[in-house]
């Protein structure tokens, strides 16, 4: 009833040799690290490209709550 089982085994060696395993291995190693980058780039601040980003056609409508009031730019 009581079934010992050695220190630190729990998967038999041909297992853990196995391409699905070696599959398996490799997809929770590609995930972890994307999760882990996709964490750090969380926290880093946001990077705002300035001039890069073409700003024509904004803001060329009025909206104001005074339709009639010319809008130059």
Do not use: C
Not at 4 to 15: C, I, R, S, Y
Not at 26 to 39: D, E, G, K, Q, S
């Amino acid at each position: 009833m009581n079934a010992q089982v050695p220190a630190g085994l729990v998967l038999p060696a041909e297992f853990l040799s196995s391409p699905y395993f070696q599959f398996l291995a490799a997809f929770v190693a590609i995930n972890t690290i994307m999760y882990v980058a996709l964490a750090v780039a969380s926290m880093l601040p946001k990077v705002h490209l300035g001039i890069r980003v073409s700003r024509r056609g904004r803001g060329r409508e009025n909206r104001s709550i005074h339709p009639d009031d010319h809008f130059d730019q």
